[in-house]
């Protein structure tokens, strides 16, 4: 974890010069709930923001809202730019192969041959450059996963929307995943709105959480410690991390630094319950 | 996949050495012992050419059965003909073109229709399958029609059409038409709609999801839809030629009727089924070709 050292320079001017998503008094119901109430988020460019809450907080319905999944008012949410989905589920059309499943997100490029060029850049960039002529059925979970990422980059996207797309990881594929993300960030410079229930996940990836809770953003956290050195034993995030688990009402367990492998364990026994 | 057990749907690894089809058996050989794995080769070999070869046994006794009792005279000759007598006049009718003929007419009413149809029912599956308006306009005239067995509307198509080619056509056209319309439209509706909105958070138009997304996921129903429409087609066609005709399978037949040359009979129906495996096979060589991604 010795790259994950410097903090993106999105913080300083970048913000000053606009934003990607500007989220005003969005409001959201199905009949007579509310999902969404009165939400403000605003997400600079570069900038990596998680959004943790409980299921049913109205997490997933803001992405959806911010993908232009769901029809939204233009004053009420603007993105700008591109947005870009990686789901839970990989969801790659099992008859093509690998390389155009990539392609297919840019449709909208004229050209075959830079269409091909930009798909294989991608997949080798993701690790999967031996695998562009395989079908996805034939990949294991994580693989899947890493072309649903590749997808989603390829057309260059200003924001890139993760809708936990981890938590159907194995613990160890997960960890991998969450530093192949750091990398891609890094290198590619979009801003990222991470969807999790995850609480370590998000204090290791992003720049700001947000806590939602029945529809509402209930609290906010900037984390700007350089992401070599969050470990759960470090004062900062132990002490965001309790603060984060009260908002959510789980009573916190105090997080064992010597032993990496109880935190996998949580994280696996974590996601085999949300599965 | 000569054995008979190759059809089987018993999974290889529950299963022991001795009831597992050698061709199939190799799945599940590393959940046996090394003792068992290496007796199976040597077992398994011999069952397979065996196999095959037994599979042909009855089939080929049947037909030395039915020459036997043709040559002895226990099979009148009116009522069927030997198999010997069968495979001269198939000759005599190739050689002298008359069959050649008859199929080429038979096939060109059979490819009108199925075209007619296979048009008529993709492209109502297509706009029911896309809008709910379309569905509501035509599903529920179509699911109504298809409780309808077609040959009942023999009777109104030769009111309406008289007895020359349309009304054979339209007969095989309409029962062409269902099996692929219900078929196609299961299809597109039974698409993940995650896949789908995957696509729409690419930012993909309707048309491109339409084209790349939802008629490739209904393509494997819409091929099992094909293999059943055609052989509505050719079932349909039979009973077409059956009901009057001056050309065709169906003319050779009933004409051959009116003299009791039942061999000439038999060439017929064997033709029928010889050209109904015919599709079947590309078909299925389609299937294969398409599917490929279901390794």
Redesign the interface.
Known sequence: MAHLTDPHPANGADRAAGHVARVRGHHRSFGDVHVLRAIDLDIAPGEFVALLGRSGCGKSTLLRSL???DPSPDEEVDVRG????A?Q?P??????SVHDNVA??L??TPERKQRARLARERLEEVGLGEKLDA????LSGGQAQRVSLA?ALV?DPSLL?LDEPFSALDALTRIEMHQLVIELWRRRQMAVLLVTHDVDEALLLADRLHVMDGGRMARTWEIELPRSERNPAHPDIAGVRAEILEVLGVRPTPPNPNRATDRATERATDSRGAA | MTTPFAGSAAPPSTSLPTTVAPAVADPGADTGSSRRRDARPRRGLPRLRAGSFRRWVSPVAIIALWQLASSTGLLDERDLASPAQIAVSAADLVADGTLLSAIGVSVQRVALGFAIGAIAGLVLAVLAGLSRLGEDAIDPPMQMLRTLPHFGLIPLFIIWLGIDEAPKVALIALGVAFPLYLNTFAGIRGIDRRVVEAARSMHLTRLQRIRHVILPGALPQTLVGLRQSLGIAWLSLIVAETIASDAGLGYMINRARDFLQTDVIVVGLATYSLLGLLTDAVVRHLERKALVWRT
């Open positions: 993908a232009a999944l591109r947005s870009a989905v789901f589920e969801r790659l059309l099992p008859w093509r297919l997100a449709l909208n079908w996805p059925l034939q997808r057309p929307l």
